[in-house]
T-cell receptor, first 111, second 118 residues
Framework: GESVGLHLPTLSVQEGDNSIINCAYSNSASDYFIWYKQESGKGPQFIIDIRSNMDKRQGQRVTVLLNKTVKHLSLQIAATQPGDSAVYFC??????????FGKGTMLLVSP | GAVVSQHPSWVICKSGTSVKIECRSLDFQATTMFWYRQFPKQSLMLMAT?????????EQGVEKDKFLINHASLTLSTLTVTSAHPEDSSFYIC??????????????FGPGTRLLVL
């Protein structure tokens, strides 16, 4: 059932700033990682992914960094816009098993 | 590409009735589809994994007789919440994994179905 009093970590930024959302993953054998964006009332939307044989991958305004040594993943959003406001989830997977989701971070962008 | 749809987007039903939710991959074939449940301000909780033409695999604690899953084709999976009760009210989201493409492990999500049981 629902956990009472659970709060998502929140990152508040000003429009135009760069945002960095962090994620610690748990399985050292995970070899594929995905960042998803979830707006209120909608399903998660694929943003960017990265393989474990890479440490950086860039997309349009987004960059994912992977540090396997400390099992850390980050999502950088350049020139953050109000439309970027959402909850961001990292997800990890080992082989063809199921995705394991992180807890999520809420990004709030002020105009 | 990689669009997943769900129907209905929201449903309100009386306690004791059954509700069917459809999940379709629109522009790709999905041998595997997943059903998640999400409570407010929480992450997605995997309920079950369904492979086309075989029985679904349920996560621990998820009642298979309560949440019936059918994956009859490479583009369609259905979740039926049987004898729904208020505690089943939640946001149900499906995802699909492509059989081809750059990374076949990538899951694409549907827009979700909001279920409210009165």
């Amino acid at each position: 059932g629902e956990s009472v009093g659970l709060h998502l970590p929140t990152l508040s930024v000003q429009e135009g700033d760069n945002s960095i959302i962090n994620c610690a993953y748990s399985n050292s054998a995970s070899d594929y990682f995905i960042w998803y964006k979830q707006e209120s009332g909608k399903g998660p939307q694929f943003i960017i992914d990265i393989r474990s044989n890479m440490d950086k991958r860039q997309g349009q305004r987004v960059t994912v960094l992977l540090n396997k040594t400390v099992k850390h993943l980050s999502l950088q959003i350049a020139a953050t816009q109000p439309g970027d406001s959402a909850v961001y989830f990292c997800a990890e997977i080992e082989g063809y098993s199921t995705l394991t989701f992180g807890k999520g971070t809420m990004l709030l962008v002020s105009p | 590409g990689a669009v997943v749809s769900q129907h209905p987007s929201w449903v309100i039903c009386k306690s004791g009735t059954s509700v069917k939710i459809e999940c379709r991959s629109l522009d790709f074939q999905a041998t595997t589809m997943f059903w998640y449940r999400q409570f407010p301000k929480q992450s997605l909780m995997l309920m079950a994994t369904s492979n086309e033409g075989s029985k679904a695999t349920y996560e621990q604690g998820v009642e298979k007789d309560k949440f019936l899953i059918n994956h009859a084709s490479l583009t369609l999976s259905t979740l039926t919440v049987t004898s729904a009760h208020p505690e089943d009210s939640s946001f149900y989201i499906c995802s699909a994994r492509s059989t081809s493409g750059r990374y076949q492990e990538t899951q694409y999500f549907g827009p979700g179905t909001r279920l409210l049981v009165l």
